[in-house]
């Protein structure tokens, strides 16, 4: 397991009495201590030492030890790369000289071949700190901070004078192509794949990493999406509840077929996966494409267009909001498109030093037939990883003139419900496996037309407000607090509601969402998926998900 550099974050620690017992051993991410997007000064990101400061390696390792865990339990991190910072003065170029962002690549990250290039092009001179052990070259106002072949040895030796286990590098193909600094850390003798290599607690263990964006297709996937505008930043996510995290919304531009990131999301989803794995750093990310409802004509341009964000950004994994198709031809294109997705990024993943393909997820109806028209059942089995169905908003008040539950489970008197969903995807030939199951984080509000009658169907006059009647989860509560509504949960659809004067609301509560998790699991589903991690309130239904 991949670990931040110290055992306790933002007050919470790591179980390490499990770690001790259940692990052979925990990789520590000695690295990105500092970033240029992140801070306005340049600094050492993956410091040994730092004299001033907790944020070193140093300190990180002794703390996992002081902690409990022993050092032949520790495998050291060692960064194959660097970072670029802009100087806001090029006179003033000493490690914490401010800076006013990234430099040369849009978050600043360089691999080390990358980066030696850029300076021997420019004829830059490298300077070594060692009171941090860091590289560090000045070229006009760009200030580049990396690990060269001396600091590498360095931290090699201290990690063998603290008898850690051993070290592995992020990642291999970052190296140059005279491996200078796998043979400088002495990586050629031997090489373990973290997968299957088993290692014994004398052996000195050397480990070559090559970026495996791979996540295990049989465990239970508990994932939810964001989008930057929900109110909740990516560092508050608590991101230890969840497997898989969707960033949405990239977007496609209908005139180019062009997949874009807005000037707005730049930012935010440069960094996302890094954020979110300071927390977990198991939990892996799927950039989301947000295709609306207009007709695809996807071709394939835009999908190796795609892997450049995806990749630099440390994606694990794409995600294609698919809603709906409208034609025959629509759907005729949408085979052709996921054979050509799937080949596109298998080619990407054999032309990028070995890198795995990145995981591929669509999200389609909630049934695979919709206004007559039948899902490609044959590629979407053998293309995607999983579907995410959409199975929600079955009712709402903008139209329904009844209350109901927009996301029921059962419907004992019809077909519209997730069971039915569910059962009708696999009757048509998927896989439970590759079924991954909607659970709303939000409800609808109704206005009763008599507030006598607040049952479920019970007549109504639209919604509440002047939009469609949509409520976070969160805001829920607070009206079933603030008008000490009444609270009623149905087991025979599983669907909550709650009701006060003339407004009536309809949701998934705690009992809902687990009786949902404990069904997907019963049915051998893949799991489940929640739209969205910002409606929650308190990561009380998020927890139910576990």
Not at 89 to 117: C, E, H
Request: proline share 5%; glycine share 6%; aromatic share 14%.
């Amino acid at each position: 397991m991949a670990v931040q550099f110290s055992p306790d974050l933002d007050n919470a620690s790591f179980p390490i009495e499990s770690i001790k017992k259940n692990l052979d051993w925990v990789h520590v991410m000695a690295y990105d201590y500092y970033m240029p997007s992140w801070w306005n000064y340049t600094a050492a990101f993956a410091a040994l030492y730092d004299p001033g400061s907790e944020v070193s390696t140093e300190y990180g390792i002794n703390a996992w030890i002081d902690g409990g865990l022993s050092a032949n339990k520790l495998v050291l991190g060692l960064p194959f790369y660097g970072y670029a910072w802009t100087l806001v003065n090029p006179n003033d170029s000493a490690i914490g000289a401010p800076a006013k962002g990234t430099a040369i690549t849009d978050d600043g990250s360089m691999s080390y071949k990358d980066l030696k290039a850029y300076m021997q092009r420019y004829r830059a001179v490298s300077e070594y700190n060692a009171t941090y052990v860091v590289n560090y070259c000045v070229i006009g106002s760009n200030w580049i901070a990396y690990d060269d072949v001396d600091v590498v040895k360095i931290k090699v030796a201290y990690a063998k004078k603290m008898n850690l286990l051993g070290y592995f590098v992020w990642q291999v193909p970052y190296d140059d192509e005279n491996w200078v600094l796998s043979s400088q850390a002495d990586l050629g003798d031997v090489i373990a794949d973290s997968c299957s290599e088993e290692c014994s607690s004398t052996a000195w263990l050397k480990e070559w990493q090559i970026g495996d964006f791979s996540s295990p297709r049989q465990a239970f996937v508990n994932s939810v999406y964001w989008f930057s505008n929900s109110g909740l930043a990516a560092s508050d996510i608590d991101s230890t509840l969840f497997t898989h995290i969707f960033c949405a919304f990239a977007d496609l531009d209908s005139n180019t077929n062009q997949v874009t990131i807005s000037s707005s999301n730049n930012a935010p989803f440069s960094q996302f996966t890094k954020i979110v794995q300071l927390r977990n750093p198991s939990v892996k990310t799927l950039l989301s494409i947000s295709g609306g409802s207009t007709d695809k004509t996807y071709r394939l341009r835009s999908l190796f267009d795609v892997e450049i964000p995806t990749r630099s950004y440390c994606f694990h994994g794409l995600d294609l909001d698919w809603e709906y198709p409208q034609s025959t031809s629509e759907i005729a294109s949408m085979g052709a498109f996921l054979n050509e997705w799937w080949a596109a990024v298998e080619t990407v993943a054999h032309q990028s030093a070995g890198q795995p393909p990145l995981l591929l997820t669509a999200a389609f109806y909630y049934a695979p037939s919709i206004n007559g028209l039948n899902y490609p059942v044959q590629s979407i089995s053998n293309r995607l990883d999983w579907i995410n169905l959409m199975a929600y908003d079955f009712y709402d008040p903008s139209w329904a003139k009844v209350t109901n539950s927009h996301a029921a489970l059962y419907n004992p008197s019809g077909p519209i419900s997730e069971s039915y969903g569910v059962g009708s995807w696999i009757q048509a030939g998927v896989s439970p496996t590759k079924l991954v199951l909607r659970m709303p984080f939000y409800g609808y509000a109704w206005q009763l037309a008599d507030a006598i009658n607040h049952g479920l169907m019970a007549p109504a006059d639209g919604p509440v407000g002047s939009g469609n009647g949509v409520m976070r989860y969160g805001e829920i509560l607070g009206f079933i607090a603030e008008n000490k509504a009444p609270t009623v949960y149905n087991g025979t659809i599983v669907s909550n509601y709650c009701y006060a004067g003339t407004t009536w609301i309809g949701y998934d509560a705690t009992q809902s969402i687990s009786a949902k998790v404990s069904y997907a699991k019963q049915e051998g589903l893949l799991g489940y998926f929640a739209w969205y991690v910002a409606a929650d309130n308190n990561w009380d239904l998020s927890k139910e998900g576990i």
